[in-house]
T-cell receptor, first 115, second 112 residues
Framework: DGGITQSPKYLFRKEGQNVTLSCEQN?????MYWYRQDPGQGLRLIYY???????QKGDIAEGYSVSREKKESFPLTVTSAQKNPTAFYLC??????????????FGDGTRLSIL | DQQVKQNSPSLSVQEGRISILNCDYT??????FLWYKKYPAEGPTFLIS?????DKNEDGRFTVFLNKSAKHLSLHIVPSQPGDSAVYFC???????????FGKGTRLHILP
């Protein structure tokens, strides 16, 4: 079955450490996205990528980094510069580029907690 | 500034009755609107969408209504079922890019 896989489901990090969240999709989608969700908040966009080797900052990119070396993979690194990293992180993908009005498909998320 | 607003954090509806979830937006350039449903510890799943050239879209028990002059859309679920208990996110996008802007969500409780 096609879908989006996020791993791990739960992740713990010590303060001052970088941590990388994995997101893989086999839907052959061009565009991929990272969101974070906090209690009582909507989904806020961190980074997105419309094509391989290209990505753009979202609304809350500070303290995060991404790469898009392969179409199917869009890992997110939460760096030590992110002051409040505890959150639920969601990866999504959609078929193609601007103007397509395609809905995004989401993975099941990774919950990151600081020890 | 919130461009997509869901002003009701929660809503309780009797099983079998109609659930109406509301959403307001501020950007008149939005031309595509979506509703997502989310269960705890899972990713959101796409439910239904509507283009700005329409005022209604129906899919089974789910209907989305769009009132462009009021910058308001609503999701109707009828009849409501226990499995509909979830958080519902309203979202909007502009045609020129892929970014989707989400509201904060409304938690729907279906009461037995």
């Amino acid at each position: 079955d096609g879908g989006i896989t996020q791993s791990p489901k739960y992740l713990f990090r010590k303060e001052g450490q970088n941590v990388t969240l994995s997101c893989e999709q086999n839907l052959n989608h061009d565009a991929m996205y990272w969101y974070r969700q906090d209690p009582g908040q909507g989904l806020r966009l961190i980074y997105y990528s419309q094509i391989v080797n290209d990505f753009q900052k979202g609304d809350i990119a500070e303290g995060y980094s991404v790469s898009r070396e392969k179409k199917e993979s869009f890992p997110l690194t939460v760096t030590s510069a992110q002051k409040n990293p505890t959150a639920f992180y969601l990866c999504a993908s959609s078929i193609t580029a601007a103007g397509s009005n395609q809905p995004q498909h989401f993975g099941d998320g990774t919950r990151l907690s600081i020890l | 500034d919130q461009q997509v607003k869901q002003n009701s954090p929660s809503l309780s509806v009797q099983e079998g009755r109609i659930s109406i979830l509301n959403c307001d937006y501020t950007n008149s350039m939005f031309d595509y609107f979506l509703w997502y449903k989310k269960y705890p510890a899972e990713g959101p799943t796409f439910l239904i969408s509507i283009s700005s050239i329409k005022d209604k879209n129906e899919d089974g028990r789910f209907t989305v209504f769009l009132n462009k002059s009021a910058k308001h859309l609503s999701l109707h679920i009828v009849p409501s079922q226990p499995g509909d208990s979830a958080v519902y996110f309203c979202a909007a996008s502009l045609n020129r890019d892929d970014k989707i802007i989400f509201g904060k969500g409304t938690r729907l409780h279906i009461l037995p």
